[in-house]
């Protein structure tokens, strides 16, 4: 089923690296990952679902085989898009520092951008080695249309100039369709159509994800 794993012999000289929880994915993330392609003449975007997110405090993250399914569903029609399930392969907490040293070492790609949403770059600071990370990536975090950068800011002024120079902010409306909302959407018998691709409207229907009865978590 999953049908994407890199090849260890991939080596593109630039790459993006799609990390989130993807729990479940949509049309945004899809969006934000072609606009960030674009804009930054990546070669590939690759997918990579979070394991076991060490930050998370919502308790109920659906299984990382249900959205590793979900997310090799969402990307297949598209050539430039792939997945990787180094995070998931991975017992234990999972941390960004050990997804990039891992792609480093297979030889992924001379750049490698780090797509995520600027919401979790505010949490940099706690992030496992983030020295090493700033030298393994370069970030392009998303923001929403009006965001406000006064958090943001004072998390920048305590990264040094070459880390802050390696942060790209790029807008995009991709971002206003949320994950949390498509799962309150699916509870309360609300339409998801057109907010997450038909395979995976379909996926969700089928295993009842989302339902508190019908949920599988982690
Ligand atoms: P999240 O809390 O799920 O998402 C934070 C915000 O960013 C949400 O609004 C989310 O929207 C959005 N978002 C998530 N992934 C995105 C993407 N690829 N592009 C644009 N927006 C995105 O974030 P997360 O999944 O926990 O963390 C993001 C990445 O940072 C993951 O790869 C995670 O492993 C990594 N991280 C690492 C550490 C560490 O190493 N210690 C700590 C924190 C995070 P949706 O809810 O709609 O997706």
Excluded at 83 to 90: A, H, I, L, T
Excluded at 121 to 127: A, G, Q, Y
Excluded at 151 to 174: A, C, S, W, Y
């Amino acid at each position: 089923m999953f049908g994407m794993v890199v090849p260890a012999t991939a080596n593109w000289k630039k790459i993006g690296i799609m990390g989130g929880t993807f729990d479940p994915i949509h049309y945004g993330h899809l969006h934000i990952a072609e606009c960030s392609r674009h804009r930054f003449g990546l070669e590939k975007v690759i997918f990579v679902p979070a394991g076991n997110p060490v930050h998370k405090s919502r308790k109920s993250i659906t299984s990382s085989a249900r959205r590793m399914e979900m997310t090799a569903l969402a990307i297949r029609s598209n050539p430039n898009f792939d997945m990787s399930e180094v995070e998931v392969r991975r017992s234990g907490p999972t941390y960004t520092v050990d997804t990039l040293e891992e792609l480093h070492r297979e030889g992924i790609g001379d750049q490698i951008f780090f797509i995520t949403g600027a919401d979790a770059i505010l949490e940099i600071l706690t992030w496992k080695n983030v020295v090493r990370v700033f030298e393994l990536c370069e970030f392009i975090a998303i923001t929403r249309p009006g965001y406000s950068f006064k958090e943001m800011d004072r998390v920048l002024t305590k990264l040094t100039k070459p880390q802050r120079d390696r942060i790209h902010f790029n807008e995009t409306g991709g971002i206003l369709i949320s994950s949390t909302d498509i799962r309150r959407r699916v509870l309360c018998g609300e339409p998801i159509k057109y907010l997450v691709p038909p395979e995976v409207e379909g996926y969700i229907n089928e295993n009842g994800l989302y339902f508190p009865e019908g949920e599988e978590f982690e």
